[in-house]
């Protein structure tokens, strides 16, 4: 009875623990003993790197939210085709977010390069630039691998910088990531090449990865992480209105590109230029500065900062919330999810110890399972001839077991997902035809779907 009396009371404290904290403290993604993979050019397979996946620790006090992290996600990263040297290697980072940020009355604070925000799962959100910008005086690009130095150095603001979307298309992963010197980062909505509409890449035909989310128009996105100046950011689908009446709709981009014919002190739209032995052309949208924002009355367009104050599922009573921009084909729009400003007071959130008293957040199972109860899966193709995939729509904040049965509830094949991952696979190509049943749990928690091979 009295170790009863102990399992109940442990049971109700995590519980209450994990009301009486906000998202953000609990949103994140922990873990201490699943550790990463990628891939290598020329190679499906994946190889593990041995790094931890997600974020380490979690602890708070009554101002900050600390997140110690490697900055490596659960899906595989690479390859990265660019020539792109780097993988992605273990951080040691400690972010420091504001749990009651605060808007900013005076000059909006422009974003930088490197680190602006941090994913739930620990990677870095970069904004929309890679360090490369156009140099009149020399009438060539200046910045970034094989050009020479900018004026003023790499942070020194030019009249047209580089958009790194489009730019760098080519060196991105299947989960539209990759790694400056080491910290893999995504400058845009984190949800994988192939499940856009349109697919814009074909990385993902041989090295297959997720993403942290995949896009589910029927609902709101989840909360995909935080900025630096600690307001939320979320994914490409929300309320239509901010109130959070008007059922769900695509969260839009105010910004648009320009109509013009010429670039000011820049290079010619279309001119073709010769860069890293190739060709180039620098069409309209090659530069940030191709872009301007105009303002909408219609409450699904966003600011200035690319965000608006609205209610989400996290924040029932409203928040400023940043969201990850795309188009009607879910590829990713200008300025994909913060900036070209801070909506918040800024402040670089990257430290190098804790330096003040502090509670450790530990989840608990009972706070993580209506996460799985209100997952909704796709299970495709149906029928299937050499392979079934099984998506969840959201974000996965626990391991996730799925298993394959045949008619007889012989156990077939095994799979897992991890926090964070959002797709498994089962190679179906030497099993007899006819009926399965995939069967997704979390603890008691099942879901069951049939499947025909």
Sequence with gaps: MKNQKLLLFTFLFYILNSFAQGPEITSWLQNTTET??????????????????????????????????????????????????????????????????QPNTGTPTATTM??????????????????????????????GPGNQPCPGGPMATMDWNRDAIPAEMDGFDCSKGHPAMGQYHHHQ??????????????????????????????DHSPLLGYAYDGYPIYGAYGYANQDGSGGIVRIKSSYQLQNITTRPSGPDIGQVITIGGGQEELFLGYFRED???????????????????????????G????????????NSY???????????????????????STTIYTPSTAALNPSFEQLSFDVFPNPSMNLIAIQANGIVKEKIAVDLFSTTGKLVKS??????????????????????TVRVSCGNDVKQFKVVR
Excluded: M
């Design 189 to 218: 909505n984190p949800s994988a090449f192939d499940l856009d509409l349109d697919v814009v890449s074909t990385i993902c035909n041989l090295y297959d990865a997720e993403g942290l989310y995949a896009i589910d128009v029927n």
């Design 291 to 317: 872009y301007e924002y105009v303002s909408h009355v219609e409450e699904d367009y966003l600011d200035e900062h690319n965000g608006r104050t609205c209610v989400t599922p996290e924040y029932p009573n």
């Design 334 to 356: 200008y300025p994909y999810a913060v900036g070209p400003t801070f909506y918040g007071v800024y402040s670089n959130a990257s430290v190098n110890n804790v330096n003040e």
């Design 36 to 101: 990463g993979s990628y891939y290598n050019n020329g190679n499906s397979n994946t190889i593990s790197n041995g790094i931890l996946i997600n974020c380490q620790q979690v602890e708070y006090s009554d101002n900050f939210v600390y997140v110690t992290t490697e900055g490596v996600p659960s899906y595989p990263t690479g390859p990265f085709l660019d020539g792109n040297p780097s993988q992605a290697q273990a951080q040691g980072s400690i972010y420091k977010l504001p749990l009651n940020p």
């Design 114 to 143: 490197g680190t602006i925000g941090i994913f739930i799962n620990g990677v870095s959100l970069y904004d929309y630039r890679d360090g490369v910008a156009w140099n009149p005086n020399t009438n060539a690009l200046c910045g």
């Design 319 to 330: 928040t400023y919330a940043y969201f990850c921009t795309v188009d009607e084909n879910h």
């Design 415 to 436: 799979s897992n997902l991890l926090p964070g991952q959002t797709i498994a696979y089962f190679d179906v190509q030497t099993l007899h035809q006819g009926s399965y």
